[in-house]
């Protein structure tokens, strides 16, 4: 038996042992070890591992179509319906990548492999498993079988044999030929006709074309498993099955989730199966019951509160360069306002060379002196958070707003043309028209980016409600106030040391909140991610399994899920 399992069984004989002598005061309480025969040293045990890679697998699509042998396997397995490809959301996903992480068990900023060329993976630092096994336990090889000429030649290396084929029916009939005899103790077969079929037809149980693909896949596996179960050497070998995704399937989702859980190529399906496992089943925690948390300004007209930037270069639109601004904000006003400003850099809320977002109605503009972009889409004066963003695109000549993600209609604007004035940069009270002393709201999290975003970063940034360094255009940022920790002082603080503070003046106060809101992305931390098996984690507990010592120098990002026994012996 492995050292993954090896406490584990321990403790049950212990507890076992317990038993018995408990046994010794009464006639009538049965001998619990009678059913494995007298004491004798177990005939020796072979640890191996069957590992399954589908490319494409969507687990979404398998919990909703049960297909009858996954079923049946999962009455003895670790199994999860929401496992991880990757859950860092900027980090792209390609089957290339995820089969880089499930071979060398880190990361692709660490293995190499961040797009789909699988030719870049980084073996001299994270070599495979196939090379790990070859090169310190040469009696554990390992056997490849795939139709995929790419990922024969880039994993080879230190599998005892590469078994390349034409499609998933000539590598399962090889595997399962193969499987009676072959001594290897990782046996790895590759599958790509489920993906085909998704792209040809939807990644989902909806989909005739992809069901179809899963009820033969669900075949195959029993056929593959069949053929262990048959093997002459079984009754003296101990086999973990692992079957798992390359990466999931796209299609969209009834409902948002702009968390990693929901990138549907990201969220796979992950099975480890062994006939001495109990049912264990891994479900997606619930990260859209996080709230989102904090502090920040009331701004209220009525009492002449605004928040006043140290420098009054900041904000400028200068020639030739692209700008995104962004922030959170709630109104504590629920009627129609007409023009008070938001946040602006300008003489008043519509006047004057510069900028302002400004209430309008039930939505708002962003208002320049070059050009004006409404949104009507989306209501901001119903008393909740919205994430709202101006893009001003020198590339496109177009000036647009977004509300939650949702575009308004553009606006072209004149690509030479500058709004550079000597006012500073303000958020709150400003001089306008209309019912202004009505205009009370929060806002926070204020950022402006030198850079355009485009409608797909809009969609996946706009809601993040804290940036840090990940921010793939963190370096883009010219100004960055989030103001959270800034809570009972007069003072918004600027994170990136590229911008002065604000200052609040009038009668200010701070307001604090923790509500959930659709479109926003509070901060998850990584252990939320990790409740789920992620495809690091694979190479993590197959060298477990086979007994193999995982040093520390390895630096694996995985982590071991330890299953319940429900017996002790073959």
């Avoid at 999860?80 to 990548?97: F, G, M, P, V, W």
């Avoid at 498993?129 to 995929?148: D, E, G, K, P």
């Avoid at 928040?307 to 270069?313: E, F, I, L, M, R």
Wanted: proline residues 4%.
């Amino acid at each position: 038996m492995s050292n993954f399992f090896s406490t584990s069984i321990r403790r049950m004989l212990f507890g076992a042992s317990l038993l018995f002598l408990a046994g010794s005061c009464n006639r009538d309480f049965p001998n619990l070890l009678h059913e494995f025969g007298a004491a004798q040293d177990p005939d020796p045990i072979q640890d191996k591992v069957l590992l399954i890679v589908v490319d494409g697998l969507s687990g979404a699509a398998v919990q909703e179509l049960e297909p009858t042998n996954f079923r049946v396997l999962a009455r003895n397995a670790i199994l999860s319906y929401s496992s991880l490809a990757d859950s860092r959301t900027d980090a792209k996903i390609s089957n290339e990548a995820v089969w880089a992480t499930l071979m060398t068990g880190v990361s692709a900023e660490k293995n190499g492999v961040t797009t789909d060329n699988l030719t870049q993976l980084n073996t001299a630092d994270y070599p495979t498993m196939f090379m790990r096994l070859h090169n310190m336990y040469q009696a554990r090889s390992s056997t490849l079988y795939t139709s995929s000429a790419i990922h024969a030649e880039a994993l080879a290396s230190g599998t005892a044999s590469v078994q390349i084929d034409t499609d998933d029916d000539a590598v399962v009939a090889k595997a399962t030929a193969r499987l009676q005899i072959d001594t290897t103790a990782l046996q790895v077969v590759h599958l790509t006709a489920l993906e085909a079929a998704g792209e040809a037809s939807g990644f989902t149980a909806a989909s005739p074309m992809y069901a179809a693909a899963i009820g033969k896949l669900d075949a195959q596996v029993k056929q593959l498993i069949d053929v262990l179960h048959a093997r002459q050497s079984y009754p003296n070998e101990n086999w973990l099955v692992v079957i798992t995704s390359g990466k999931g399937g796209l299609y969209a989702r009834d409902t948002p989730d702009f968390t990693a859980f929901g990138d549907t190529e990201r969220e796979t399906f992950t099975m480890l199966y062994s006939p001495k496992f109990s049912a264990r089943v891994l479900a997606r925690p619930s990260v859209a019951d996080i709230p989102y948390s904090g502090s920040a300004v009331n701004y209220r007209y009525n009492a002449n509160v605004r928040a006043v930037s140290g420098n009054t270069q900041v904000g400028n639109i200068e020639a030739s360069k692209s700008y995104t601004i962004q922030f959170l904000y709630k109104s504590n006003h629920m009627g129609a306002l007409s023009w008070p400003a938001i946040l602006g850099k300008r003489p008043s809320a519509d006047g004057g060379t510069g900028w302002t977002f400004i209430n309008a109605d039930q939505g708002c503009q962003f208002h320049t002196s070059i050009g004006v972009a409404g949104n009507s889409n989306v209501q901001i004066k119903d008393g909740k958070w919205h994430a709202i963003t101006g893009v001003f695109n020198r590339a496109t000549n177009r000036l647009i707003l977004y509300v939650d993600g949702v575009a308004g209609n553009p606006a072209n604007v004149n690509g030479n043309e500058t709004a550079i004035n000597s006012h500073p940069l303000i958020i709150g009270t400003m001089p306008s028209s209309g019912n202004m002393n009505a205009a009370n709201y929060l806002i926070a999290n204020l950022q402006i980016y030198e850079y355009a975003f485009s409608q797909e970063d809009v969609e996946r940034y706009a809601g993040l409600t804290w940036i840090d360094e990940n921010h793939p255009y963190y370096a883009s940022l010219i100004g960055y106030w989030p103001g959270y920790e800034d809570v009972n002082t007069n003072t918004l603080t600027e994170k990136t040391g590229k911008a002065p503070n604000f200052r609040l003046d009038g009668q200010w106060s701070w307001a604090s909140f923790n509500e959930l809101v659709d479109f926003l992305q509070p901060p998850i931390t990584a252990s939320i991610y990790r409740m789920v098996p992620n495809a690091v984690d694979i190479p993590f507990i197959i060298y477990q399994w086979l007994g193999v010592s995982v040093e520390q120098s390895w630096a694996l990002d995985g982590k071991s899920w330890s299953p319940n026994f429900i017996r002790v012996r073959n």
